[in-house]
């Protein structure tokens, strides 16, 4: 399997946005990859307000543009996250995934919502204009079954340990990290994530834009099960590609059984709303859009 990340610049301009993306992927398809990822909230600036003013329901022009980028493209999409609409007017921070004929196979709505104050550093608080997520994501591809998370959804390994007992083998992680958490905890929650699932991470971001009031790290990352980096940028736009070997997987789980070794006859990781989320195929989009 050949992952394609692509780390794009956002702009105030959603069209302009939804344009790179698709140059991106493109590109991104020249290089053979089977699939291809966007970073969180790449439709628009990262800021709490923007949140509601860009959101849309699924099915909606955002979506339609997605679908068929992965249908003309002939790839799997991890399309990012945008900011999702429902019927009641909720507003989430919502990854889809389309497979190679644009159909949406996945759908994961963040869980854990970004509320920090660092003291002399970053504050911010998602949780004033987004709602939670209440599941946990996997999605099964020709390559196998992967898992989908969300930038802060990183910082708890439960989650991770969660999808990997439900047969991930790889997690893809649309996340913007900023000037301040980045340079620490970036390369090190990835490596360490995929050693604790023995699954590979991958980790996409925006690019950062020095004039945004929220300022991406970008550093989009490949980790491999035992915790290696196969690949980093920087923070600048461009994209990053990466072979998997998925004997890797079988190998760190033979040779170091951190999965099937665990004693849960004295405790357990137990998902609490029941099942994990199973999206059903939604049909592509095939007119051509306008306006």
Same mark, same amino acid.
């Given at each position: 399997?050949i ?6 610049? $956002? *702009? ?13 992927l493109?590109?991104?398809?020249? *290089?053979?990859a089977? $699939? ?9 600036? /990262? ?6 003013? /860009? ?7 955002? =979506? ?13 999409l991890?399309?990012?996250? $945008?900011p ?7 507003v /989430?921070?919502?990854? /889809?995934?389309?497979?190679? *004929? ?25 949780? +004033? ?6 599941s946990?994501? $996997? ?15 990183l ?12 047969? %991930?083998e790889?997690?893809?992680?649309? %996340? ?5 958490t980045?340079?620490?905890? =970036? ?18 971001? +925006?690019?950062?834009?020095?004039? &945004? &009031?929220?300022?991406?790290y ?7 099960? =035992? ?13 990053l590609?990466?072979?998997v ?6 190998? &760190? ?6 999965? *099937?070794a665990?004693?849960?006859d004295?405790? +357990?990781?137990? =998902?609490?709303?029941?099942s ?6 939604t ?6 859009l306008?306006?």
């Amino acid at each position: 399997m050949i992952v394609a990340q692509c780390q794009t610049l $956002v *702009s105030a301009d959603l069209e302009q946005n939804l344009a790179g993306a698709r140059t991106c992927l493109n590109e991104a398809a020249e *290089s053979h990859a089977d $699939v291809v990822m966007f970073g969180e909230m790449f439709t628009c600036p /990262y800021e709490t307000g923007n949140f509601p003013r /860009y959101a849309e329901e699924e099915g909606g022009r955002t =979506w339609k543009a997605l679908s068929l980028m992965a249908k003309e493209a002939g790839v799997y999409l991890i399309a990012g996250s $945008v900011p999702e609409r429902d019927p009641a007017g909720r507003v /989430y921070n919502t990854a /889809y995934v389309f497979d190679r *004929s644009g159909l949406q196979i996945a759908k994961h709505r963040k869980v854990h919502l970004f509320d920090i104050d660092i003291k002399g550093g970053q504050k911010f608080k998602e949780s +004033d204009t987004l709602t939670p997520g209440d599941s946990y994501t $996997v999605f099964d591809t020709e390559f196998g079954r992967a898992g989908l998370a969300i930038c802060f959804d990183l910082r708890f390994p439960e989650l991770f340990r969660m999808m990997a007992l439900a047969g %991930a083998e790889c997690v893809f992680v649309p %996340a913007a990290f900023n000037d301040t958490t980045g340079p620490l905890h =970036w390369e090190l929650l990835f490596r360490a994530r995929a050693v604790d699932s023995q699954c590979f991470l991958f980790g996409t971001s +925006d690019a950062r834009d020095g004039n &945004a &009031a929220y300022r991406a790290y970008g550093h989009s990352i490949a980790v491999d099960p =035992w915790g290696k980096v196969l690949g980093m940028l920087d923070e600048k736009p461009g994209i990053l590609v990466t072979g998997v070997e998925t004997k890797k997987i079988r190998e &760190a789980r033979e040779q170091i059984p951190v999965l *099937s070794a665990r004693r849960t006859d004295l405790y +357990d990781v137990v =998902w609490k709303k029941g099942s994990c989320r199973e999206s059903g195929k939604t049909p592509v989009i095939t007119e051509p859009l306008h306006g």
